[in-house]
């Protein structure tokens, strides 16, 4: 919402797994204010329990994609994509990046890239910290919210060009 202000249209898009919904519905809330449109999607649970996160992943993509073409046709091509998860979001941005052309920049907030939290990103495992270097290293550039996070994802994860974004609270 801060960089509503500094552009002639941004939007933010916001794709919510919901628990309590009916298996296999969504509800899509768009909300306008200005230049400034916000998109709220909720989903349902799947229909196969046993294969839930795939099915989760790939209805949250396609969701993704519903809105983004959705934005393309009333609005045209963003100019760029600004990621606030690097999984799920990111990995649509990197799809973005690759098959139109638009760079994305991330903004990472996540101290689980240290042992001592818990869940931290070795909990995950070997593809969940593949797929997320692949999304940092496509970023345009990578906001960490600490010099000191920054510097942990560029030493001990993969290379990044990254510029320190300080939270305030």
């Not at 309590?20 to 306008?32: A, D, L, N, V, W």
């Not at 970023?139 to 320190?164: C, E, Q």
Request: aromatic share 12%; net charge positive; glycine share 6%.
């Amino acid at each position: 919402h801060a960089a509503a202000p500094f552009t002639d249209q941004l939007f933010v898009v916001a794709i919510v797994k919901d628990d309590t919904m009916e298996r296999g519905t969504t509800e899509i809330i768009k909300k306008q204010s200005g230049n400034l449109t916000v998109y709220t999607v909720y989903y349902g649970r799947g229909k196969f329990s046993a294969a839930e996160k795939l099915l989760s992943f790939k209805k949250y993509f396609s969701l993704q994609k519903k809105i983004y073409l959705q934005i393309e046709k009333e609005f045209g091509r963003p100019d760029i994509v600004h990621v606030q998860v690097p999984m799920k979001a990111g990995l649509f941005a990197q799809y973005l990046k690759q098959n139109k052309g638009i760079p994305y920049v991330v903004t990472e907030h996540w101290a689980g890239y240290t042992s001592i939290c818990r869940p931290n990103i070795f909990d995950l495992g070997k593809t969940f910290i593949k797929l997320n270097n692949i999304v940092l290293q496509g970023a345009s550039l990578v906001l960490p919210v600490s010099n000191y996070l920054g510097k942990i994802i560029n030493v001990d994860f993969v290379k990044i060009k990254y510029t320190v974004i300080q939270i305030v609270v």
